[in-house]
Each structure stands twice: as C-alpha cells, then as structure tokens.
Nanobody
C-alpha cells in the first residue's frame, strides 16, 4: 500500500515562511511527477506547484517567485518552501504523486491526507 505523509503545516503571520514535506512510502516502482495542491474553504482544489522526475517545475501564477518546490528522489520526498506568505495562501495543502507500483502497472495518482496552513494578517 502506498502512503503519502505530509508535515510542516501550521500557523504563520503574513510575510512569514513555512516548509512542507511529503514522503512517499510503500511498494513503489517509480515516481513521475510530485506536486502540491491546496484547497481553501468553499473553493476547488488547485495546483500550487509540481516537479517531474527530471526536476522540471511548474508553479501557479499566484505563488511564482515566493514558493519553491523540490524533491529528493532517493528519499521519495517532495518539499514546498513557502516564503512571503499571504492570507490568501491559507488552506489545506495536499501532496500528490503520480507513480506506479510495479513494472507492469500504469501510473496512478495518490494523495496525502492534507496539512493545514493558516496565515494571519
């Protein structure tokens, strides 16, 4: 069974920083893209940032220049460094990994349980 376990959320003042981590565990053959999504109350889940296995990154316009995504392939871990946080960055942040469990399987998406980020003004 595959698990994605997130950590690093919390309460921070506007202008502050947080670093989220997400570690994948279980039977995993390979991981393609890993990313972070967020969902604010009453809104749809949206992509924040993603990184492919070769290190290519993609960011939402709202976080470009403030957030940095990175990954450690050996540790099967993805990170999100969030700087200059704004109240509108608040929400539940979900880790996502597109992976396959063995050579014969296709890729599937897996999600973490979510970690809360609260930004006070």
């Amino acid at each position: 069974q595959v698990q994605l376990v997130e950590s690093g959320g919390g309460l921070v003042q506007a202008g502050g920083s947080l670093r989220l981590s997400c570690a994948a565990s279980g039977i995993i053959f390979s991981i393609d893209a890993m990313g972070w999504y967020r969902q604010a109350p009453g809104k749809q889940r949206e992509l924040v940032a993603a990184v492919t296995s070769d290190g290519s990154t993609n960011y939402a316009d709202a976080v470009t220049g403030r957030f940095t995504i990175s990954r450690d392939n050996a540790k099967k871990t993805v990170y999100l460094q969030m700087n200059s946080l704004k109240p509108e960055d608040a929400g539940v942040y979900y880790c996502n990994a597109r992976l396959r469990r063995n050579y014969y399987d296709g890729y599937s998406n897996y999600w973490g349980q979510g970690t809360q980020v609260t930004v006070s003004s």
